[in-house]
């Protein structure tokens, strides 16, 4: 079933509510300035990855969260390698590796290209979206390894590579699963500890910008790059190794951050100030079409300045497909096309609602008695299983809630300085056994202990 809280009237699109959405020559004039703004800031500051001075920022900001993110997870380097971010780096490398970092043709049994540069890319365990942890999670737990590459999924057998999960049950496996993704991606996202050493002067390959990598099912077209025609997702593949990674996917988040900062905050002085409306109905969320109608306008402003100079610059190299999308800003596109789409979804998802229902209608008229009741009997079914479905999805949530809460307790209990060492020591054994270590490895005395070391 549909959610009709996301639509502006429940049956059909009224003319009072496309009226109610219209803006007036100011809104245009307002979004079409900030998209303006935004657009420049764009074409000056972000360009294209290796010249942007806005992803020189980012690439500074990347690297102090890879340090950050090390020392909570427990790296302690020496005072000499303190702020150095291939140690910060290797931290991550070694204590959170998996059975899916295969990095060139060889190791994936010549089944594909692949190289160093663009692995990151084309496995999709690595993908920093839940795409990416999906798939890690699943190759961690079947002990495989998954890819895109021309426009084919691939997976390879990995058993002979230790599983990097670790935990004594289902629960505890998944969290550890999903630690070693997010720590994988951490040792990736800033390159490798090989190339960012000391006397390196580059960047090192980072992770790919959210489903960037389903370009890789786009294997498709004849793009000209220099003297050779490629596919899509060969071009994009080429995209990335020139460093259109997460990083530089930071730095054209900024525009439109910006842009769309801009828009809210003036459209909130102006219902308070110029319409006189309490604070409480100024508040910019999607509920008010002029805004929604106004953040679209700057946007595609924003994208057409995006695009005009992405145009620009591969025309100046002879057609070259490769530097028009180098230039164009991949997060302004996205955001401009999800803007469209939810518009449309509120404008006409009642329509299209009714639509279904008289096609529906129109199907059974049509079918004869016999087969109306069967098509019946199986949409009740359906729903039927659904609710069942829906059941046991809540009853695992559940489970799965309070197991989490559980070791939760027992881990704040174990460390608490609040707590004596017996009340530390005996929570202690409470979160080995719910974690499922085998009862005869867990230390419960001081007897245990001396036994283990002795």
């Known amino acids: 079933m549909m959610d009709e809280s996301w639509y502006l009237t429940p049956a059909e699109v009224k003319k009072e509510e496309w009226a109610r959405a219209k803006c007036d020559k100011y809104d245009y004039m307002i979004a079409a300035f900030c998209g303006a703004a935004a657009g420049l800031i764009d074409v000056l500051f972000v360009g294209a990855p290796g010249m ?4 020189k920022i980012t690439d500074e ?3 102090e969260l890879v340090k ?6 427990g790296w302690k380097p020496r005072p000499e ?10 931290f991550f490398e070694r204590n959170y590796g998996v059975n899916y970092d295969q990095k060139n043709t060889s190791e994936v049994n010549d089944l594909f290209k692949m190289a160093p ?5 084309k496995s999709l365990s690595h993908s920093p979206d839940p795409i990416g942890l999906f798939f890690s999670i699943l190759d ?4 495989t390894s998954s890819f895109l590459s021309d426009g084919k999924l691939i997976r390879i057998d990995t058993t002979d590579l230790k599983s990097p999960l670790k935990g004594g049950n289902f629960i505890a496996k998944i969290f550890s699963g999903f630690c070693n993704w997010l720590g994988h991606i951490m040792s990736d996202m800033a390159g490798s500890s090989g190339n960012r050493g000391l006397g390196s002067l580059g960047r090192g390959t980072g992770v790919s910008i959210p489903f960037m990598e389903l370009f890789q099912l786009c294997d498709f077209g004849e793009f000209q790059i220099g003297k050779d025609r490629q596919t899509l997702a060969v071009v994009m593949t080429r995209v990335f190794q020139e460093g259109y990674d997460l990083r530089f996917g930071a730095a054209m988040a900024i525009p439109v951050l910006i842009e769309e900062l801009m828009i809210r905050a003036i459209w909130v002085i102006r219902q308070r100030f110029y319409e006189k409306k ?3 109905e ?12 106004m953040l679209i306008v700057g946007n595609g402003v924003l994208c057409l300045i995006d695009g005009t100079d992405a145009a620009v610059h591969g025309l100046i190299k002879g057609g070259n497909v490769m530097t028009f999308i180098l230039h164009l800003n991949y997060v302004a596109w996205a955001r401009l096309i999800m803007l469209v789409l939810r518009e449309l979804r509120i404008r006409l998802g009642p329509v299209i609602s009714e639509l279904l229902s008289k096609f529906e209608e129109e199907i059974l008229y049509h079918v004869t008695p016999r087969e109306r009741k069967v098509i019946q009997q199986f949409y009740e079914r359906i729903q039927q299983l659904d609710v069942s479905l829906e059941i046991l999805l809540r009853e695992f949530t559940l489970q799965i809630e309070k197991e989490y809460q559980l070791i939760s307790h027992e881990i704040v209990e174990t460390f608490s300085s609040e707590n004596s060492s017996i009340i530390q020591a005996e929570h202690s054994i409470t979160l080995a056994k719910l974690c499922g270590v085998n009862d005869s490895k867990i230390i419960k005395s001081n007897k245990d202990l001396d036994d283990f070391f002795i």
């Not at 942007?52 to 992803?55: A, C, T």
């Not at 950050?68 to 997870?73: G, M, S």
């Not at 390698?81 to 290797?90: D, F, H, L, P, T």
């Open 117 to 121: 540069k663009n692995h990151h890319y």
């Open 81 to 90: 390698n303190k702020n150095n971010i291939a140690s910060a780096i290797g």
């Open 61 to 63: 900001a990347a690297d």
């Open 68 to 73: 950050k993110a090390a020392k909570l997870a």
């Open 282 to 293: 100024c508040i910019p969320t999607k509920q008010h079409a002029d805004l929604r109608i």
């Open 140 to 143: 961690q737990f079947m002990n």
């Open 52 to 55: 942007s001075k806005l992803g």
């Open 278 to 280: 309490d604070w409480s």
